[in-house]
Structures are given as structure tokens and as C-alpha cells.
């Protein structure tokens, strides 16, 4: 099969979809790659390294679209990259289609077959390709918000830790997920006092016995979330229904009543954001204020950290492209129950419940997935 891997055009999105060693387990499986120029630049790959590991170089990425089987991305593909999709390729990335419909009607209107990491499971329930970028985002929520809090960044002039004889900030974790464990542990460990808010009395059983005595929880009321949102800080939004829509848990009447320079991490961002005041933002340009408090809703917030988040990325994925490549997309999905949960658009109908749901549309039910698999290719 042919694997096309093109340079991210997102704004400030540095990560690639295969890294160089990545690139050679796909060639030594019998397949060729193709890599734009470039395209690992932004975590220190350079096209030598791509060269020694077997794919060849592109210079035009209409060209590469146009020729590859098999497109591996990180981020959802933007306008200019949508209309070079085609029937009978296959797309493999992050699409987080609940929350933009524009992408969604593009994707189908162009007869590709797409596959969202994010929605791709695992045995035990989870969310093995999420996962990776879950940890790193949850992590760099805490180290965004403080920068948010300190008062030339808008904030209330807070140190999240305090200092002896001055309490810590107050952080609190809308979410006990992977994300919000993960941010609970930096928070912690900066010396803030945190909470996490979450409706699973198991979830706040798991990470109560993780953090011990240091963390507090709460189950998610609506008095609780009201309660707790306004007396914090910071304040982080970590909760995701899988390929649905996120719900809005803070109102913007929460907002108008949060105190001056209290800030916001809303995470939840790439499936529409868990704050009704939330809107998409980008590195360039991180954050904005809604009431005097300051929304940090920065949609691909990994990619800040683009050589950690790749190595973590490909670590989980390269084994479904091997899959994908190898077999087919119909026998790779067939063969894997797990992987045919990412399945959310074929021959023109979405197929994911949760994203259909969102898009407001009929999806795609089982017969037409068996019959989608099934076709020759």
C-alpha cells in the first residue's frame, strides 16, 4: 500500500504522523511511504532521516494526496487539505467531527473513508490512541493555567503554589478522566489545592486512591459544579463522551459570577468545550477574556510540545497502521472490533453513533457497516 504522510498545516501544529522509525517498521512491511517535505521538521526529523528510513520525499502535497492509498495525520485536515480527499482513500487522524460540521459534509461530500483515533477502543473501554494526547494535555493545562493566573497574563495575580503563610491557588478539575488525573498529578505536585468534580463515584474512588489525602472530590451536581467553579482559581475542563459532543457543565451565568481573573483551561475544546462561553483558539493566540475571566480553549494544545507528543502518539498508532496498510482498511476493521469503533465516515453516511448524534443526522447502523467492510476493495 501506499502511505502518504503530509506536512500539518494547522496553525502551530508541529507533530507528524510518522516519525522516521515509524516509517521504517511500514517500509519492512512491504509498503511504500511517502512523506512531505518537511513534514518532520517540527520534531527534529529532517528528510535525510526520512530518506535513510525508506520513504520518499514529496515537494508538492497535491501530489501526495492525490497519489496516496492510505493519508496518516494528527490533526483533523483543514479546508485546503479536504478538497484533495477522494473516494477510495482511507484517513487516519484526530477528526473530532461532533463540533465542526462544516469538516464533517466535507469529508463526506469527498467519498474517503475516515477512521478518528479518538474513537477507536480498546478492550478494557478505553481510548487507546486519545490517551497519549489526553496525558500530555492534561499536563499542560496546569502549567497554562498558571501562566493565565499571573496578572500580566490577565489573571489574579496568583503563585498556583503559594508560599509559606499565603494559601496555594485553587484548582479545580471538571473531569477524573485521563486528562484530569493527569492534571491533578501536576497541579499536586506545584502545590495547589485541588479537587476534581466528576458524576462516577468509581472514578473519584480510582483517582481518590491514587492522590491519597492531598486531593479532594466531589461528585458532579449541579450545586457541586456551581459550588465548586466558583470558589476556584483555575479552573480545568477535562470531561468527554466519545465522539459526542462535550457537555456544557459551566453556564455563562457561572462565568458572569466567577470572580475577576480566574481562568479557565477548557480542554474539552476539540469536541466543542465543557464552558458556554468556550470557543476554539490557537498557539498564535491562546487565550481570551468573557466577564473578566480568561478562556485558555486552545484546540491542539500537544502540539506545543511536538517531539514528546509524536514519539507518544506513534507509540500507540503504528500498530493500527500496520494493520490498516497491511491487511485493508475492511479486513483490518473486520478482523478488530476495536479499531471499527474509529470507523466515523464511509461511502457518505457517518458512521459513529456519538457523531452522528452530535451532527444531528441518521448514522450509519450495523448493516451498513457489515456491508461497507464486507465490499472487495
Same mark, same amino acid.
Given at each position: 500500500?501506499?502511505?502518504?504522510?503530509?506536512?500539518?498545516?494547522?496553525?502551530?501544529?508541529?507533530?507528524?504522523?510518522?516519525?522516521?522509525?515509524?516509517?521504517?517498521?511500514?517500509?519492512?512491511?512491504?509498503?511504500?511511504?511517502?512523506?512531505?517535505?518537511?513534514?518532520?521538521?517540527?520534531?527534529?526529523?529532517?528528510?535525510?532521516?526520512?530518506?535513510?528510513?525508506?520513504?520518499?520525499?514529496?515537494?508538492?502535497?497535491?501530489?501526495?494526496?492525490?497519489?496516496?492509498? !492510505?493519508?496518516?495525520? *494528527?490533526?483533523?485536515?483543514? /479546508? #485546503?487539505?479536504? @478538497?484533495? $480527499? %477522494?473516494? &477510495?482513500? =482511507?484517513?487516519?487522524?484526530?477528526?473530532?467531527?461532533?463540533?465542526?460540521?462544516?469538516?464533517?459534509?466535507?469529508?463526506?461530500?469527498?467519498?474517503?473513508?475516515?477512521?478518528?483515533?479518538?474513537?477507536?477502543?480498546?478492550?478494557?473501554?478505553?481510548?487507546?490512541?486519545?490517551?497519549?494526547?489526553?496525558?500530555?494535555?492534561?499536563?499542560?493545562?496546569?502549567?497554562?493555567?498558571?501562566?493565565?493566573?499571573?496578572?500580566?497574563?490577565?489573571?489574579?495575580?496568583? !503563585?498556583?503554589?503559594? *508560599?509559606?503563610?499565603?494559601? /496555594? #491557588?485553587?484548582? @479545580?478539575? $471538571? %473531569?477524573? &478522566?485521563? =486528562?484530569?488525573?493527569?492534571?491533578?498529578?501536576?497541579?499536586?505536585?506545584?502545590?495547589?489545592?485541588?479537587?476534581?468534580?466528576?458524576?462516577?463515584?468509581?472514578?473519584?474512588?480510582?483517582?481518590?486512591?491514587?492522590?491519597?489525602?492531598?486531593?479532594?472530590?466531589?461528585?458532579?451536581?449541579?450545586?457541586?459544579?456551581?459550588?465548586?467553579?466558583?470558589?476556584?482559581?483555575?479552573?480545568?475542563?477535562?470531561?468527554?463522551?466519545?465522539?459526542?459532543?462535550?457537555?456544557?457543565?459551566?453556564?455563562?451565568?457561572?462565568?458572569?459570577?466567577?470572580?475577576?481573573?480566574?481562568?479557565?483551561?477548557?480542554?474539552?475544546?476539540?469536541?466543542?468545550?465543557?464552558?458556554?462561553?468556550?470557543?476554539?483558539?490557537?498557539?498564535?493566540?491562546?487565550?481570551?477574556?468573557?466577564?473578566?475571566?480568561?478562556?485558555?480553549?486552545?484546540?491542539?494544545?500537544?502540539?506545543?510540545?511536538?517531539?514528546?507528543?509524536?514519539?507518544?502518539?506513534?507509540?500507540?498508532?503504528?500498530?493500527?497502521?500496520?494493520?490498516?496498510?497491511?491487511?485493508?482498511?475492511?479486513?483490518?476493521?473486520?478482523?478488530?472490533?476495536?479499531?471499527?469503533?474509529?470507523?466515523?465516515?464511509?461511502?457518505?453516511?457517518?458512521?459513529?453513533?456519538?457523531?452522528?448524534?452530535?451532527?444531528?443526522?441518521?448514522?450509519?447502523?450495523?448493516?451498513?457497516?457489515?456491508?461497507?467492510?464486507?465490499?472487495?476493495?
Amino acid at each position: 500500500m501506499l502511505v502518504g504522510v503530509p506536512r500539518e498545516i494547522k496553525v502551530h501544529e508541529y507533530r507528524v504522523g510518522l516519525t522516521p522509525a515509524s516509517v521504517r517498521e511500514v517500509v519492512a512491511h512491504g509498503h511504500e511511504v511517502i512523506v512531505e517535505r518537511d513534514a518532520g521538521r517540527g520534531i527534529g526529523a529532517g528528510d535525510d532521516d526520512y530518506r535513510r528510513a525508506g520513504a520518499r520525499i514529496e515537494d508538492d502535497a497535491a501530489a501526495l494526496y492525490a497519489a496516496a492509498e !492510505l493519508i496518516v495525520k *494528527v490533526k483533523e485536515p483543514q /479546508p #485546503a487539505e479536504r @478538497v484533495r $480527499l %477522494g473516494a &477510495g482513500q =482511507v484517513l487516519f487522524a484526530y477528526l473530532h467531527l461532533a463540533p465542526d460540521p462544516q469538516q464533517a459534509n466535507d469529508l463526506l461530500a469527498s467519498g474517503v473513508t475516515a477512521i478518528a483515533y479518538e474513537t477507536v477502543g480498546d478492550a478494557d473501554g478505553g481510548l487507546p490512541l486519545l490517551a497519549p494526547m489526553s496525558e500530555v494535555a492534561g499536563r499542560m493545562s496546569v502549567q497554562a493555567g498558571a501562566h493565565c493566573l499571573e496578572k500580566a497574563a490577565g489573571g489574579r495575580g496568583l !503563585l498556583l503554589g503559594g *508560599v509559606p503563610g499565603v494559601e /496555594p #491557588a485553587r484548582v @479545580v478539575i $471538571l %473531569g477524573g &478522566g485521563v =486528562v484530569g488525573s493527569n492534571a491533578a498529578l501536576i497541579a499536586l505536585g506545584m502545590g495547589a489545592a485541588v479537587t476534581i468534580v466528576d458524576r462516577s463515584v468509581a472514578v473519584l474512588r480510582r483517582v481518590g486512591e491514587r492522590f491519597g489525602t492531598q486531593l479532594h472530590t466531589l461528585h458532579a451536581s449541579t450545586d457541586a459544579i456551581e459550588a465548586a467553579v466558583l470558589d476556584a482559581d483555575l479552573v480545568i475542563g477535562a470531561v468527554l463522551v466519545p465522539g459526542a459532543a462535550a457537555p456544557k457543565l459551566v453556564t455563562r451565568d457561572i462565568v458572569r459570577r466567577m470572580r475577576s481573573g480566574t481562568v479557565v483551561v477548557d480542554v474539552a475544546i476539540d469536541q466543542g468545550g465543557c464552558f458556554e462561553t468556550s470557543r476554539p483558539t490557537t498557539h498564535a493566540d491562546p487565550t481570551f477574556v468573557v466577564d473578566d475571566v480568561v478562556h485558555y480553549c486552545v484546540a491542539n494544545m500537544p502540539g506545543a510540545v511536538a517531539r514528546t507528543s509524536t514519539l507518544a502518539l506513534n507509540a500507540a498508532t503504528l500498530p493500527y497502521v500496520l494493520a490498516l496498510a497491511d491487511k485493508g482498511w475492511r479486513e483490518a476493521l473486520r478482523d478488530d472490533p476495536h479499531l471499527a469503533q474509529g470507523l466515523n465516515i464511509c461511502a457518505g453516511r457517518v458512521m459513529h453513533p456519538g457523531v452522528a448524534a452530535a451532527l444531528g443526522v441518521e448514522p450509519g447502523n450495523a448493516r451498513d457497516i457489515a456491508a461497507a467492510t464486507a465490499a472487495t476493495p
